[in-house]
Structure formats: structure tokens, C-alpha cells
């Protein structure tokens, strides 16, 4: 089983949202609010509609944890949704499949990643790489270890400094 890293660097996280962008505003918004909420990617993937619209804090009941879990939203991404969705019912999957119109799979989530990392020269990018991101650039930003082991519903600090490559991250410096 291959361990996917979390993306580190800022410049290439904006660069693969650029090349989404081009691609497709769906792509982007997808990658965007995963590395920005930290939800997994089914939850992520169930989204709808009215669970986004309109709004700066959005809570929802995981599937894995069955536990609720609260993101905020700041106005320029709320700006972004709400004009991605305005000619989408309520009910709709905010990211859905053009074929179905059910929510695009995960297998498709990973491919649409993959090209984009490949395109800026990242490889070991999976689904979760969203979710690590996020932990990464939040633990970074915070040091703050048992908000996100919390947010993460890990067993220990040390399962969730592994999680978002910590310990990789050091191990490397010194190689």
C-alpha cells in the first residue's frame, strides 16, 4: 500500500489550483475545500448543494466517526461556491459526475490529483493527501498537536504528527 504525503509547499499547491482551475471549476473547488476543512474524502465526495451555499461554518456528521465536525469557510472560497453553484438545485452533489450526476468516485478523485501533481512534478499523492495537507499546513500554522489529533479522532499526538509526515518531514532533512 503506497503512503501518500501531504503537499508541503505553498507554491505547488497553487499551482496544481491554477491547473485545476483550467481544467475544471469542480477539480478545483474539490481539491480546494479538502485542503482547506480536513474532512475525509467520503464525506467530502457527499457534499450537496445546501450544505455550502451561503455559508462561512458548515457543520456535518462524519461517516467513518459518526461524530459532527465543523469547518469554516472564508468569504473569497464562499465567493467561489456560491458562484459555482448558482445554477444548481439545493439538492444536488456538489461534485458530481457529469455522466450520473451522483458524486464523481474516488478512483476519479485520484486520477484527477495524480495529473495535476505529476503536472507540477509531485509524485505519492493519493485521496488523502487532501486531508494531510490540511493537517500539515494547520499544525504548521498552529503547533497545536491535540486540536488536530481531536479534529483527526486519532488514538495519540504521535499517530497524527505521522499522519501529516512529520516524522518524514525530519527524516529527509537529515538524509
Known amino acids: 500500500m503506497q503512503i501518500v504525503q501531504p503537499i508541503r509547499d505553498h507554491e505547488k499547491i497553487e499551482e496544481i489550483q491554477e491547473i485545476l482551475k483550467r481544467h475544471s471549476m469542480r477539480d478545483w473547488l474539490l481539491f480546494t475545500i479538502g485542503i482547506n476543512s480536513g474532512l475525509h474524502l467520503s464525506d467530502l465526495l457527499t457534499l450537496r448543494v445546501k450544505d455550502l451555499k451561503d455559508k462561512s461554518k ?8 459518526g461524530k459532527e465536525k ?3 469557510i472564508n468569504q473569497q472560497l464562499s465567493e467561489k461556491i456560491n458562484e459555482y453553484v448558482a445554477y444548481m438545485d439545493d439538492e ?5 459526475s457529469q455522466r450520473t450526476g451522483r458524486p464523481i468516485k474516488r478512483i476519479r478523485v485520484y486520477r484527477i490529483l495524480n495529473e495535476a501533481a505529476k503536472q507540477v512534478g509531485l509524485e505519492d499523492i493519493g485521496t488523502h493527501t487532501l486531508r494531510k495537507t ?18 483527526f479522532n486519532h488514538s495519540a499526538p504521535s499517530v497524527t504528527l505521522k499522519y501529516i509526515g512529520i516524522g518524514q518531514e525530519k527524516q529527509a532533512s537529515r538524509g
Open 58 to 65: 458548515v457543520t456535518i456528521r462524519e461517516e467513518k466517526t
Open 70 to 72: 465543523t469547518f469554516f
Open 92 to 96: 444536488d452533489f456538489l461534485f458530481p
Open 134 to 151: 490540511f493537517g500539515y499546513h494547520y499544525y504548521q500554522r498552529t503547533k497545536n498537536i491535540s486540536v488536530l489529533r481531536d479534529l
